[in-house]
């Protein structure tokens, strides 16, 4: 087992539950590699997961705290959890259906009270754990297990919703790009308020099988390269490019949603909730 | 350009200062390591893990020049590479 995930990670959870190839352990490493060179231990960091192939992959896999939600669900839990211990870094791994789907609204809201958490979006395509169906964010065109005639919705880009809704930070990288997913992740962690992360991995089962026809590990891997690239590996340009990078950096521009609350108790003259969350904070305040 | 490039090149430089192991026991036989080393380090083995696949071993271990690229792909966590520790000097007798 790598340096890092002996150091993070709960040994009774590895290897991952992830099919071979499958891009979810690489983000994974990634994320412990952005968490340790920020000097972060396993008790300055909340892990929270929803379902599917995403969350079933992290889940409890994080050895400090951690936490897996409902479907779509992650966020609430994650407000809940930010309020009652700010000080804490939230990092919230789900999938696209997880977020762009069910867990849209969530996902809006987060972002437009500009919530203390990093949202790592890491996008399949498709419903993966369920059989491949499509997702919002399969690309038009692809053919799935429930689009066998090609995906005829057009597809959703969830970096421009949390953007519009007020996210602080906001970036797109994908499973070929290391350095620059690490790069990204260190500063989302560094934002004291919304963050999100679209990260876009080869799932080989499902979408490989049914859009590309293939479950060779190699080829899938590929396939997301040469659209990050927007060349094939024989130099003809690609159906359509992902624009990776940062794509919006307003960090600590404006008051985290949970300092917002807590200030508002203050204010409002310091009802035993509020002392309570003073505690939290370390000071006592008498009720 | 491709991200998995077929053909390795002979690098002498640099060479023969890494420790590089892998968990067989936790490889998924992807195959991304093998493929994205630049060099020659990475083989199949002919018997199977308690997983089922038949893993990657670390095949020519002095031809890593410490690129990192094979533990950044990796998607089990199998792979450490690290610097050789210094050879202990010879004790004068
Ligand atoms: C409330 C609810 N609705 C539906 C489901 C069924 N379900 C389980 S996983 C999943 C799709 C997950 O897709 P995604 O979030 O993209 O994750 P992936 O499996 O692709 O990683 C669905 C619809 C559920 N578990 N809970
Ligand atoms: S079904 Fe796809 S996304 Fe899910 S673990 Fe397997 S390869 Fe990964
Ligand atoms: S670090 Fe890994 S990929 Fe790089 S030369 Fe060594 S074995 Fe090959
Ligand atoms: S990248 Fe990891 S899982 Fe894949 S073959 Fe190499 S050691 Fe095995």
Redesign the pocket.
């Known amino acids: 087992m790598n340096k890092l995930a002996q150091k993070y990670l709960r040994p009774s959870q590895i290897p991952t539950?992830?099919?071979?190839?499958?891009?979810?352990g690489m983000i994974e490493n990634w994320l412990l590699q952005a968490i340790d060179e920020l000097g972060l231990k396993q008790e300055d960091v909340v892990f929270g997961t929803g379902i599917?192939?995403?969350g079933?992959?992290t889940f409890a896999t994080w050895g400090g705290d951690n936490f897996g939600a409902t479907h779509g669900r992650a966020l609430a839990v994650a407000t809940g959890l930010k309020i009652a211990q700010p000080d804490k870094k939230y990092l919230v791994v789900v999938?696209d259906g997880d977020a762009a789907a069910i867990g849209t609204s969530h996902l809006i809201h987060a972002a437009r009270r500009n919530l203390g958490v990093t949202v790592v979006c890491e996008d399949?395509m498709g419903y993966?754990?369920t059989g491949?169906q499509f997702s919002p964010t399969t690309p038009a065109g692809y053919v799935t297990n429930s689009s066998p005639y090609g995906m005829v919705e057009p597809s959703f880009d969830p970096c421009d919703v949390v953007k519009a809704a007020g996210a602080t930070f906001v970036a797109e990288t994908t499973a070929t790009q290391w350095h620059q997913t690490i790069k990204i992740v260190k500063k989302a962690l560094q934002n004291d308020g919304f963050s999100f992360v679209h990260v876009r991995?080869?799932?080989?089962?499902?979408?490989?099988a049914y859009a590309l026809g293939t479950r060779d590990t190699l080829k899938n891997l590929e396939w997301i390269w040469e659209h990050t690239q927007g060349r094939t590996a024989d130099g003809k340009p690609t159906d359509f490019t992902w624009e990776t990078g940062i794509k919006h950096d307003a960090s600590n521009s404006r008051p985290e949603f949970s300092k917002i609350l807590r200030d508002l108790v203050r204010k409002a003259g310091g009802t035993p909730a509020s002392a309570a969350l003073d505690r939290v904070e370390g000071v006592v305040v008498d009720d | 350009m491709p991200l998995f490039k077929p053909e390795k090149k002979q690098i002498a430089q640099n060479a023969g200062k890494w420790d590089v192991v892998i968990s067989e026991d936790m490889c998924k036989a992807c195959g991304f390591c093998l493929q994205i080393c630049p060099v020659d380090v990475f083989a199949w083995r002919r018997t199977a893990n308690r997983l089922g696949w038949f893993p990657m071993y670390v095949a020519h271990e002095a031809n890593c020049i410490g690129c990192m690229l094979c533990y950044q792909i990796c998607p089990d966590f199998c792979i450490n590479v690290a610097p050789k520790a210094e050879a202990e000097p010879a004790v004068a007798s």
Do not use: L
């Open positions: 539950k992830a099919c071979h190839g499958c891009g979810i599917g192939c995403v079933r992959q999938g399949n993966e754990s491949g991995f080869p799932c080989n089962e499902n979408f490989g």
